[in-house]
T-cell receptor
């Protein structure tokens, strides 16, 4: 069965530092890949997505993610975090087998140190 | 920019009561979804809906759950007899349906608390 792993439950970074959030998926073919962000008490906002083509995708709020087929990964990055980036980040995939249901990782909570 | 809306934002109910969670998807979208997120756990798929019928449902979506699109705009999730373990955040999502590569847009969620 398809699965998504986000190995880090919490990550703490200093404001202005760079960020990388890890995401690995398990699926035989290339899935469609997404990163969503959930701010406290808020809904799920799409940051970026990958379907095909250029493996480095740009999203909103200065985020980018790189798809690496050989590592089954889709890590999210930001060169310099802001206090407003404190939130929970979810990686999700859609596969042909899942009938377009989103399959979610457990999320990574980002904490920003002043 | 069009968005998915959900009401109420927070619902508190007694165990055994029926609740209806409401969603208004984006107007030209054709596929609708409910997901839930129990506190501290991952988001889980409940059900997808297309062309006025359920297209897929998860094991969680048992006989206590039902969905309906009663008019051209609302999409509802009903829980017939709530249990303590139904306490969660419920998210509605919709997508246009132009192809497999379009995106699901989420509402802000309804926090359901069952006492």
């Amino acid at each position: 069965a398809q699965s998504v792993t986000q190995p880090d439950i919490h990550i703490t970074v200093s404001e202005g530092a760079s960020l990388e959030l890890r995401c690995n998926y398990s699926y035989g073919a290339t899935p469609y890949l997404f990163w969503y962000v959930q701010s406290p008490g808020q809904g799920l906002q799409l940051l970026l997505k990958y379907f095909s083509g250029d493996t480095l995708v740009q999203g909103i709020k200065g985020f980018e993610a790189e798809f690496k087929r050989s590592q089954s990964s889709f890590n999210l990055r930001k060169p310099s975090v802001h206090w407003s980036d404190a939130a929970e980040y979810f990686c999700a995939v859609v596969t042909m087998d899942s009938n377009y249901q989103l399959i979610w990782g457990a999320g990574t909570k980002l904490i920003i140190k002043p | 920019e069009p968005e998915v809306t959900q009401t109420p934002s927070h619902q508190v109910t007694q165990m055994g009561q029926e609740v209806i969670l409401r969603c208004v998807p984006i107007s030209n979208h054709l596929y609708f979804y409910w997901y839930r997120q129990i506190l501290g756990q991952k988001v889980e798929f409940l059900v997808s809906f297309y062309n006025n019928e359920i297209s897929e449902k998860s094991e969680i979506f048992d006989d206590q759950f039902s969905v309906e699109r009663p008019d051209g705009s609302n999409f509802t999730l009903k829980i017939r007899s709530t249990k303590l373990e139904d306490s969660a955040m419920y998210f509605c999502a919709s997508r246009r349906g132009t192809g497999n590569t379009d995106t699901q847009y989420f509402g802000p969620g309804t926090r359901l608390t069952v006492l």
